[in-house]
């Protein structure tokens, strides 16, 4: 409970100092004076001395202090080879993807799950319809896929009405094997559902093509990966923590 109090305090403190200090202000100044439109989620202090971290749109840059220098790219701790950057962005999406529940996914579980992937899907894209006709073998291997939609030619498409079709059908994990297979589903677009919000989230963290593949810890393995590829990788990912 102590340390609990002190990391909290800590943070406080930190953010205080920000304040104080102008820093917040010019970071976000530099950012407006380069995107105008830009929408600054977060600012916090760097592992780069004199720099603050910046995160918009998940996208995750780096500011200094002054304002004068934005770098846009990866941060690597060389004595420990890690990419700092890339785990931010694993904690971004990690965190935007529990407020997701599981009544607004399609799950395709594993028996004897071991590992749980969430993949950003667009129905008529061929790595995801490939990815999709494997379901069986990534199951076996105890892995289970649960996905949101990513319709990547946007809202009106036919690819966007038919993951529509394919939540309001009765049978959610039917219709999507169906329309994965390019067998016509009934056409219904009528109910509450998911799609745009998953679209727009899949936006925010920044996913820029289909599938999209998301281990539990917000790590994105890539796109397309046959089954025991698949394994291998989350077996590696779960052998480094």
């Given at each position: 409970m102590l340390k609990v109090l002190f990391a909290a305090t800590a943070l406080l403190a930190a953010g205080s100092t920000l304040a104080q200090?102008?820093?917040?202000?010019?970071?976000?100044?530099?950012?407006?004076?380069?995107?105008?439109?830009?929408?600054?989620?977060?600012?916090?202090?760097?592992?780069?001395?004199?720099?603050?971290?910046?995160?918009?749109?998940?996208?995750?840059?780096?500011?200094?202090g002054d304002g004068k220098y934005v770098v846009s790219g990866v941060v690597w701790d060389a004595a420990a080879r890690?990419?700092?950057?890339?785990?931010?962005y694993a904690g971004i999406?990690?965190?935007?993807?529990?407020?997701?529940?599981?009544?607004?996914?399609?799950?395709?579980?594993?028996?004897?799950?071991?590992?749980?992937?969430?993949?950003?899907t667009d129905i008529d894209c061929g790595y995801c319809r490939r990815l999709h006709q494997e379901m069986a073998q990534y199951n076996e291997r105890g892995i289970t896929v649960e996905y949101l939609f990513y319709p990547r030619a946007g809202k009106g498409s036919e690819?966007?009405?038919?993951?529509?079709?394919?939540?309001?059908?009765?049978?959610?994990?039917?219709?999507?094997?169906?329309?994965k297979n390019g067998e016509p589903i009934p056409n219904k677009t009528d109910c509450s559902n998911p799609v745009e919000a998953d679209y727009e989230l899949g936006q925010k963290i920044g996913v820029s093509g289909t599938p999209a593949v998301i281990t539990a810890d917000g790590t994105q393995i890539?796109?397309?990966?046959?089954?025991?590829?698949?394994?291998?990788?989350?077996?590696?990912l779960e052998a480094g923590r």
């Open positions: 200090d102008g820093a917040d202000e010019r970071v976000r100044a530099a950012i407006k004076a380069l995107v105008p439109e830009a929408k600054v989620d977060q600012v916090e202090k760097s592992v780069l001395p004199g720099f603050y971290e910046v995160v918009m749109g998940g996208q995750v840059i780096y500011v200094s890690k990419n700092l950057t890339e785990a931010r999406r990690k965190a935007a993807l529990a407020n997701v529940p599981a009544d607004k996914r399609i799950i395709f579980p594993a028996k004897n799950a071991k590992y749980s992937v969430t993949v950003f690819a966007w009405n038919k993951a529509v079709s394919v939540w309001c059908a009765d049978d959610h994990n039917g219709a999507m094997t169906a329309a890539g796109g397309y990966l046959p089954p025991d590829q698949m394994l291998a990788r989350l077996q590696q």
